[in-house]
T-cell receptor
Framework: AAGVIQSPRHLIKEKRETATLKCYPIPRHDTVYWYQQGPGQDPQFLISFYEKMQSDKGSIPDRFSAQQFSDYHSELNMSSLELGDSALYFC???????????????FGQGTRLTVV | KQEVTQIPAALSVPEGENLVLNCSFTDSAIYNLQWFRQDPGKGLTSLLLIQSSQREQTSGRLNASLDKSSGRSTLYIAASQPGDSATYLCAVDTPLVFGKGTRLSVIA
């Protein structure tokens, strides 16, 4: 079965550079979530999209932005990178049945971002 | 604000033991609860999803229960194996709010 695909798997950037992470959800899933997981930490919710519209916003810095495209893939854009942005970034997808009966959320393998 | 707590933070058991991982959440008005497994540096693998109207779910040697009114869930692992060694995360609602996980080591 198709899973959530994230690219790239690894990324090394210098401080103040920009990075773009991509997420391809499971086919027919209409909701995408982005999470950040620092070393030894639990995943922290950044932002989500339902049917290409932003549905929820968590602890996403103003330096970051995201969108969901017409083919349902999503991109997380990160600018003015800081050392503290080094983390695993996960994308997840699910099928949101009118907001009350969300199906199982499946996560991608993540993008490991290292800022040097 | 929803908060999720997992106890214990770490657990080491000999192979073959049955074990219970605990999860509690502060806001009982949840839609669903999901248990995940995470190997070091890897992604999150979904183990079980319990809808708010359900009391438990089973998958192989795993059984998860949900008591919404008391804000608790347990993950029961039967006949543990070394391959079960990982961090187990509990998460509630939409978007998912995670606990800090239980790091499980099963010793052969």
């Amino acid at each position: 079965a198709a899973g959530v695909i994230q690219s790239p798997r690894h990324l090394i950037k210098e401080k103040r550079e920009t990075a773009t992470l991509k997420c391809y959800p499971i086919p027919r899933h209409d909701t995408v979530y982005w999470y950040q997981q620092g070393p030894g930490q639990d995943p922290q919710f950044l932002i989500s999209f339902y049917e290409k519209m932003q549905s929820d916003k968590g602890s996403i810095p103003d330096r970051f932005s995201a969108q969901q495209f017409s083919d349902y893939h999503s991109e997380l854009n990160m600018s003015s990178l800081e050392l503290g942005d080094s983390a695993l970034y996960f994308c997840a997808s699910s099928l949101d049945r009118e907001g009350t009966q969300r199906t199982e959320a499946f996560f991608g393998q993540g993008t490991r971002l290292t800022v040097v | 604000k929803q908060e999720v707590t997992q106890i214990p933070a770490a657990l080491s058991v000999p192979e073959g033991e049955n074990l219970v991982l605990n999860c509690s959440f502060t806001d009982s008005a949840i839609y669903n609860l999901q248990w995940f497994r995470q190997d070091p540096g890897k992604g999150l693998t979904s183990l079980l999803l319990i809808q708010s109207s359900q009391r438990e779910q089973t998958s192989g040697r795993l059984n998860a229960s949900l008591d919404k009114s008391s804000g608790r869930s347990t993950l029961y692992i039967a006949a543990s194996q070394p391959g079960d060694s990982a961090t187990y995360l509990c998460a509630v609602d939409t978007p998912l709010v995670f606990g800090k996980g239980t790091r499980l080591s099963v010793i052969a």
